[in-house]
């Protein structure tokens, strides 16, 4: 249990929906064990009304926050100050209020990466799969790439507000990193279907599939699937997608995207508290 005192330090998540989300008790549960007198709270926030959320919270002197779906993108231009990380990918899942001062971080592309390992599959010398380039998608890609990633293929809509600022960081990625990424069109199937012959790893980085619209999938040729592909899922509610269900049934290993959650909330509360999570307690209580 927690006790609010006149002290407790504010911390949260801002998104939509938010209802379903593991954080509050992660992070509460992490807050109880180390003696520290936090609380983390979800906020239902859209992008329209973000903005007025976050001058808010920061009037209220919150410690910082978390940002999910549909923010992680539109809150870049709320801060004073971006990590290189957050430069580098355009997109931000993590803010600290230093008195006043808000600066972004993103852990989701390391806590995707640290899921993956702890599924079997390191993005070392992989060709991946990603659909998406909203801000999960480009944390994955950025830091696959960061961790020695072979190639990376990429589908989203030409008509996504975030097809330029996909298209300018596959460039950018070209120079920086070994890894080669091209940008597809999501209805070219015969690009789909090249794309994953090729690749070790798919991942959907969208929120299709979700709760509440469960029979969405951004792979609905079930032919596409082998068994050396390993299907990801960035959605953890429901705990079995449509698409990583049908994968397995096909024969993919799977994994959801639980443990990217575990793994970017680790890196969020050292970035507020400067200590680390207990991660096994946190695992055996509500990741399991």
């Given amino acids: 249990m927690i006790n609010i005192t006149g002290h407790t330090g504010l911390t949260g998540l801002l998104g939509s929906p938010v209802a379903h989300s593991v954080s509050p008790l992660m992070h509460n549960e992490a807050f109880r064990y180390l003696g520290l007198d936090y609380v983390y709270l979800c906020f239902d926030v859209t992008e329209e009304t973000l903005p007025q959320a976050v001058e808010g919270l920061k009037a209220c002197g919150i410690k910082g926050f978390n940002l999910t779906m549909p923010n992680k993108n539109k809150i870049v231009e709320l801060l004073d100050e971006l990590s290189p990380t957050a430069q580098l990918i355009g997109a931000v899942n993590t803010v600290r209020n230093d008195n006043g001062k808000l600066k972004g971080f993103n852990t989701d592309g390391y806590g995707f990466t640290q899921s993956a390992r702890d599924a079997g599959c390191d993005v070392k010398g992989r060709t991946i799969t990603v659909m998406g380039v909203g801000g999960a998608g480009m ?96 959605v953890y509610e429901p705990r079995e997608t449509r698409l990583l269900r049908e994968a397995r049934e096909a024969g993919c290993p799977t994994f959801n995207g639980m443990y990217m959650l575990l793994h970017q909330g680790v890196k969020a509360f050292h970035i507020w508290t400067g200590l680390d999570m207990p991660v096994e307690l946190v695992r055996e209580k509500y990741f399991k």
């Fill in 139 to 234: 944390a994955i890609c950025g830091q696959s790439a960061l961790e020695g990633a072979k190639k990376i293929h990429v589908f989203a809509r030409p008509t996504s507000r975030y097809w330029e600022r996909a298209a300018a960081m596959a460039e950018k990625m070209s120079h920086m990193t070994e890894c080669e990424m091209i940008l597809h069109e999501m209805d070219d199937h015969t690009a789909l279907k090249d794309a994953l012959e090729e690749s070790n790893l798919l991942i959907n980085a969208t929120s299709v599939g979700m709760v509440p619209d469960v029979t969405g999938t951004v792979i609905p040729d079930k032919a596409l699937f082998h068994p050396e592909l390993t299907v990801a899922d960035v």
